[in-house]
């Protein structure tokens, strides 16, 4: 899995103004806590942030004030209207530490084509150590017939890692294609032909 760090500063002004003013500034407000120690509020580098945060469950080395951190991303807080990053919640870890996380499920292999692979859950909740969580899990749907499901129990789980979610929880299910063809009504049919008879004997006359 990723590993970043990235270096932020100690927040000192709290309300909806500082953090409006963090965000001006370019950072995202961020409380970092866990392990009984005291939380701490801080600010991190908006752009440096978002990249780091398109790696799933990617872990960050916090740097603040010369000390460095290890953390993994808990909440994250968007505009809803943008989009950006408004807050975002980081709870410390150890290495070697084992910890639970959601992590995403990727579907390989060949399925009945008239079949629709519906999603039903796109993360399974599994449990590893904080530095060998994967960024995705894979589940095989070679051969998936339609009208069937996978659940997190089919999932290949990477040595290490253990399953937390329910086992029968469905993940995937492939749904049937509508093979319903619509018909004319027979009446409808008959009814244009009545209707047609009386106009072709006026035409003959």
């Known amino acids: 899995m990723a590993e970043i760090t990235i270096t932020g500063t100690t927040r000192t002004e709290f309300g909806k103004g500082a953090s409006r003013r963090d965000r001006r500034a370019g950072k995202v407000p961020a409380v970092i806590y866990g392990h009984g120690e005291t939380p701490k509020h801080v600010a991190l580098p908006l752009r440096e942030l978002g990249a780091a945060l398109k790696s799933s ?17 808990k909440s994250v807080t968007r505009n809803p209207l943008t989009g950006i990053l408004a807050h975002i919640d980081l709870v410390i870890v150890n290495r070697g530490e084992r910890v639970k996380v959601e992590v995403p499920v990727h579907t390989v292999g060949k399925h009945d084509v008239d079949g629709i692979l519906e999603h039903v859950h796109n993360t399974i909740e599994v449990e590893a150590e904080a530095t060998s969580i994967p960024q995705f899990l894979e589940l095989d749907v070679d051969g998936m017939a339609a009208g069937t499901s996978k659940t997190a129990a089919d999932v290949t789980l990477p040595a290490g890692v253990t399953l937390v979610a329910d086992p029968s929880m469905t993940v995937v299910h492939l749904s049937e294609k509508s093979t319903a063809v619509e018909e004319t009504p027979a009446a409808s049919t008959e009814g244009a032909a009545d209707a047609a008879a009386p106009a072709a004997e006026a035409a003959k006359e």
């Open 57 to 73: 469950n990617v872990l960050l080395d916090v740097v603040i004030d010369g000390k460095t951190q290890l953390t993994l991303p």
